[in-house]
């Protein structure tokens, strides 16, 4: 191996391992070792399902609920997202994030993957090894959904050029740091002992506030809010709903970097929160005075699913179930409650449920984490320590990728601009940016 992976803390199990080495193996062990096959095929199957939620499951989720007008600008946003993500975590994003040399906000070296060949291998949280490749494929996704998930708040309104421009400058100063801070080892919140399994704070917290400022920044969509626009296709929604939580059992049990006991806990715990926030959200509803709808099961199925993220294999099945109902109550009241109150359009409320569920989630992880709630904590646990290093790394990415987002928003729409113009947006994006209809 030509390098030394010094930073593979990649997913979670942070804590859980904290007392061990930091995750990096000799340059002569890992030259010598030999990724186990079992755990390697596990993590290309979860990096494939990883992407199977991007495409088509977020692409049918936020375009069914759109606009028929901008069904087709939307799932090209994300695709297309997602395709100049892969390309720059080539380039330089791996480098960045989990490069072989960095201090505690960045990396860097192996520009290009040049020090990366097929005997490479990346160290998980036991003595096995896997594939470098597969862990930077693993990883490339990650980056992916998190930049294509911010589109949720600009749908409707944003420029296809400005989405092309804003992702990889976002990347760069947002997306790459903050992942290097959680999961490389000498990152900021990785020396802290911050819990983060699969993502809560990386993926969620850091694509909901940057999708809020974006959402400020390009302004209120034509009639909003006196004007309704129901989803257009919640046939589609569902479709999308149902392929984003099979696609996440990759996303988090594949966080465990092995086919063993921490991703079959992260496997049911996927199952559980999921389940719990689903139901919540249409009692809730219920209870409110509406009829249970399909749109909130769709919507608690997604805010289950991000709060149990930093949590998968950080919990035992108990506390998921609680984190579920915890983030699908929270979530409702944001989305139905705080949205109006503030008055910012999210347009398909990315900030609500990825934002508002990622810091119950990250939070929450710091009480199920205890044994007490059949968490996977030891006898010496300290909730209120771990409970001050959740609230700690969650305000750092709050500021981090606020700040961030600010700045690189604000350095687009002052270029070529952000927004598209008033007739293009009335006319729908899908002709007015893509010559294309979804339907005829």
Known sequence: MKNTIYNLGAVALTALFAAQPALAAPAADAAAAVPDPGNNAWMMTATILV???I???????????????????????????????????????????????????????????TQTTADSTAATFTDEVISEYVFISFQMTFAAITAALILGATAERMKFN?????????????????AHMVWASGGLMFEDGALDFAGGTVVHINAGISALVLAYLLGKRQGFPGELTPPHSMTMTMIGTGL??????????????????????????TFVATAAGALTWMVVEKLAGHKGSALGFCSGVIAGL?????????????????????????????VAKLKPALGYDDSLDAFGIHGVGGIVGAIGTGVVYSPLLGGPGDAEFAMTAQLFIQIKSVVITLVWAGLGTALVGLLVKYTIGLRVTDEAEHSGLDISEHGERAYN
């Open 51 to 53: 992407l199977i939620m």
């Open 55 to 113: 495409l088509p499951g977020l692409a049918l989720f936020y375009g069914g609920l759109t606009r028929s007008k901008n069904m087709l600008s939307t799932m090209t946003q994300i695709g297309a997202t997602a395709a100049l993500v892969m390309i720059v975590w080539v380039i330089w994003g791996y480098s960045t994030a989990f490069g072989p040399e960095g201090n505690a906000f960045v990396s860097w070296g192996n520009l290009f993957l």
């Open 162 to 178: 400005a989405v092309m421009l804003f992702v990889p400058i976002w990347l760069t100063l947002v997306y790459f740091p903050i």
């Open 244 to 269: 984003l939580w099979v696609g996440w059992f990759g996303f988090n049990a594949g966080s465990a970097l092995e086919a063993d006991g921490s991703a079959g806990l992260a496997m049911i715990n």
């Open 306 to 334: 991000v709060a149990v993220t930093p949590a998968a294999g950080n919990s035992g099945p108990f506390g998921a179930v609680l984190l579920g109902i915890a983030s699908s109550v929270v979530c409702y009241f944001a």
